[in-house]
């Protein structure tokens, strides 16, 4: 699930100069690295608005094709704006039907996908309510779950394979929570279940951020266990040579897999395209 995690201890944040987070190394320019972040920063908000002020009055006008292609384009505008680069190793898959199965490290990933196709979330129903960013969330198609209700899986599932009957892309995040970039937790099934009744392919795909100075993998976007958001979004825009490495797989199809023997194939192979990111 495209999960983000609740925003806590904000008034804890670390920033990047106090615990001298910038990919893992010490600078000697921390003040010109902190007014540098800062000013990404605010061109980053300002995006973050002219997306809003889009979505709530020219989406109503727009087809869906022109939804899709302007969540693209300002998705691929805001890591511009933020210095991250994209690469994109094998083929997004240009049509539906299609699930879109991923490794999940940050707050980031979902902003990264977009930048290489949209496709629409599934998220904890939580997001929608939160202020400007579930406006966008919403806009680009998100399909809210109530994590709390086990029931509300079920009607997802439904909900899924009638999107995916209907040709659309979706994408889920199956280890429900964000790793350290690293290894991989294990995936949950409930929602591949979606494809096996929609009688639609997955494409697994597998992200990594990279260091661009030592070709190793970078910390500075992770989003996992104490880490807050803002204390990740600050450390994120304090970094540089920040790259995002997508890596799309085949299309594949259940071939008479129940849903937990494919999530487990699939672990293997989002796992198998991660260690190519490199």
Request: with cysteine; net charge positive.
């Amino acid at each position: 699930l495209a999960q983000s995690r609740q925003v806590h201890s904000v008034f804890g944040l670390r920033f990047a100069w106090t615990c001298s987070v910038h990919l893992g190394r010490r600078t000697n320019s921390v003040p010109s690295l902190s007014m540098r972040a800062a000013f990404k920063l605010l061109r980053g908000l300002w995006h973050v608005l002219m997306g809003w002020v889009t979505i709530y009055f020219r989406f109503p006008q727009f087809t869906p094709q022109q939804r899709e292609a302007r969540v693209q384009v300002w998705a691929m505008q805001l890591l511009r704006i933020w210095d991250i680069d994209l690469e994109v190793r094998g083929k997004p898959v240009l049509a539906g039907p299609a699930l879109l199965v991923c490794n999940h490290i940050s707050w980031l990933d979902i902003l990264v996908i977009h930048a290489t196709r949209h496709c629409r979330f599934v998220s904890k129903s939580e997001l929608r309510g939160w202020p400007l960013l579930g406006t966008l969330a919403t806009g680009a198609g998100t399909l809210y779950i109530e994590r709390a209700q086990r029931k509300d899986a079920m009607r997802m599932v439904k909900d899924m394979a009638q999107s995916l009957r209907a040709g659309e892309v979706l994408a889920v995040f199956p280890e429900g929570t964000t790793g350290d970039g690293i290894g991989m937790l294990p995936f949950h099934s409930n929602l591949i279940q979606s494809a096996i009744e929609g009688d639609a392919p997955i494409q697994t795909l597998a992200l990594q951020f990279v260091d661009t100075h030592t070709h190793s993998i970078s910390m500075a976007a992770r989003f996992v266990g104490d880490d807050t958001l803002l204390a990740s979004i600050w450390s994120t825009l304090n970094a540089t040579g920040l790259k995002a490495v997508v890596n799309f797989g085949e299309l594949q199809m259940a071939q008479g897999r129940n849903r937990r023997e494919w999530a487990s194939d699939l672990h293997q192979d989002v796992m198998a395209l991660k260690k190519n990111c490199l």
